[in-house]
């Protein structure tokens, strides 16, 4: 039986896991040289709308994906579809049965949190805020606080009461032997 403390922890390897980390530091990295570290001119403000939109959709994309381990023991990554999972780099994949990775309802529901997390984590950003709304940032500072940490809590949540078992692109695979094949 799980402890609360064991929850905890996996609800949170939970929300790591749908939001990636490369995406959200590629973010965090470029936003600044983007953004001109929050003084914008026209030119700044549209890349830093195309990082916006590529990483949101990285992020959401993301949710999408999943792992095997094949039967030459390498991981092997695809996308989720309706009939099981397309894969990208294994020849062997029409032999194997891949069904159980079928796309599901709840892959949708963590793609659209991991979307907003990111969404509420970028645009809340202060160079974000400076250059897109700076009169938002004197009037509304305890928005700006606390709405990352209510949203955070109420993905947390959903994560951990509905985890997900994909091993997307990035991430290890959990399983230890080809349990896809026929």
Do not use: W
Not at 38 to 55: D, E, F, M
Not at 64 to 75: A, R
Not at 87 to 108: C, P, Q
Not at 157 to 162: A, K, P, R, Y
């Amino acid at each position: 039986m799980k402890t609360v403390g064991d929850k905890t922890i996996q609800g949170v390897g939970n929300l790591i896991k749908m939001l990636p980390t490369g995406t959200v530091f590629l973010f965090q990295f470029l936003s600044p040289l983007l953004t001109n570290k929050g003084s914008c001119h026209t030119v700044n403000k549209y890349l830093t709308g195309a990082l916006l939109i590529v990483c949101g959709i990285s992020c959401f994309f993301a949710s999408f994906t999943d792992s095997y381990v094949g039967s030459n023991g390498k991981v092997h990554y695809g996308v989720a579809t309706t009939n099981g999972l397309k894969t990208f780099s294994d020849s062997d994949s029409s032999k194997k049965n891949l069904s159980k990775h079928k796309l599901r309802f709840s892959d949708f529901v963590h793609a659209f949190l991991a979307l907003i997390v990111f969404a509420v984590i970028a645009l809340l950003n202060s160079n974000i805020v400076s250059c897109f709304y700076p009169s938002f940032e004197s009037e509304e500072k305890k928005l700006i606080m606390a709405l990352p940490v209510v949203i955070g809590g109420i993905s947390s949540f959903v994560f951990m009461v509905f985890p997900s078992t994909r091993h997307g692109i990035g991430y290890p695979s959990t399983q230890t032997k080809d349990d896809s094949s026929e």
